[in-house]
């Protein structure tokens, strides 16, 4: 065997979650979640007996990237006991006041803080990799490429394959496989797409755990093997925790807030919903008798563990004017912690 690495991307530590509407213990809870898929990449590195370990770039978030968390990353991945080896990404740009260019990385996290693609060493395989030294780089990474023809190379970047861009994603460092190909590399370990795929040229991890009820697909890491005679394993293997779910109440019947809150209760202990971070929508036919104050429910759903935020609410007038409504009602993140359930 040539090499086995763990390759990771898309972590997004310290991120807000404001664009979800998870705010306090809410957001905090999900901040501690992406931590701990960090200790939990490193412990599968170990336990697969990785040789390298590999980010594909957004492993925090430049914006709101905290001194502590980046003492927890320095002090994470050095004892990890392999070389680490990262290409900044739009969220994480190596830019004059990142923690890549302030902190002292020890001695076996290397950090791709060059914006042309350089080459690293692993036993007889090159890793080739580079980084975002701004937030936005619009460059194909790979169009002045000179091709390499002896020897195994990998590439390992923050960049979009065009022939698979998913919805609302910015191509940032468009790529094709075919260029990884014409460029002499055995595969391309990147970052930026959320949902875990692969195929034979190119490898996105996904994020390690969703970061939004829109991240449907995997979450995972990438164990690479390549043997010695150039032959390549990719395995994705799941690493969330959480997932984001999104629950129906019908309220058609409810006579009382206290249904509702019991409702909410009972569907936050179902116990497929373990675990989940979980949006809950009201829908159906609102009794006259039935009045609905989203604050006051998120009032009394809130227990540390979990809480309703009042969301969007959008009453919307049935065509039966005057008759009853059917209202559909936003009550975003009753969210379900395993201590909970
Ligand atoms: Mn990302």
Redesign the pocket.
């Known amino acids: 065997m040539a090499l086995r690495l763990l390759h990771f ?2 972590l ?1 530590l310290d991120r807000s979650f404001a664009s979800e509407r998870l705010y306090g213990v809410g957001a905090q809870r999900r901040r501690e979640d992406l931590r701990s898929a960090l200790q939990r990449i490193v412990e599968r590195a170990r336990e697969t007996q990785a040789e390298l370990i590999t980010c594909g ?2 492993l925090f978030e430049h914006d709101h990237v905290t001194r502590d968390t980046a003492a927890f990353v320095v002090q994470t991945l050095s004892g990890a006991g392999m070389p680490v080896l990262i290409a900044p ?3 994480d740009p190596a830019v004059p006041s990142s923690p890549y260019r302030y902190l002292r990385w020890p001695e076996n996290v290397t950090i791709a803080a060059h914006e042309e693609l350089r080459p690293y060493r692993y036993g007889s395989v090159q890793v080739w990799a580079a980084g975002f030294m701004r937030a936005d780089v619009p460059d194909a990474p790979l169009r002045e490429f000179a091709r390499q023809d002896v020897g195994t190379h990998l590439l390992l970047l923050h960049a979009s394959d065009m022939s698979q861009v998913p919805e609302g994603a910015t191509p940032y460092k468009p790529i094709l496989p075919g260029q990884i190909e014409e460029a002499g590399f055995r595969h391309a370990m990147l ?2 797409y ?1 949902g875990a795929r692969t195929g034979d040229w190119i490898t996105y991890p996904g ?1 390690p755990e969703p970061l939004g009820w829109n991240e449907a697909g995997r979450h995972c890491t990438a164990l690479l093997t390549i043997d010695d005679d150039g032959t390549l394993e990719v395995s994705l293997d799941d690493i969330n925790q959480r997932q984001f779910a999104h629950e129906e109440i019908d309220v058609t019947g409810m006579t009382s807030p206290d249904h509702v809150r019991d409702a909410v209760t009972a569907m936050r202990q179902g116990k497929h919903l373990e675990g989940g971070v979980i949006r809950a929508t009201l829908v159906g036919e609102r009794a006259r008798s039935l009045s609905l104050d989203p604050k006051a429910l998120s009032m009394e759903c809130s227990d540390g563990f979990g809480r309703i935020a009042p969301g969007g609410t959008d009453g919307r007038a049935s065509a039966a004017a005057g008759a009853r409504r059917l209202r559909r009602m936003t009550h975003r993140l009753a969210e379900v912690d395993p201590a909970c359930g």
Do not use: C, E, T, Y
């Open positions: 991307a898309d997004h770039g957004d990404g739009h969220a970052g930026h959320h994020s």
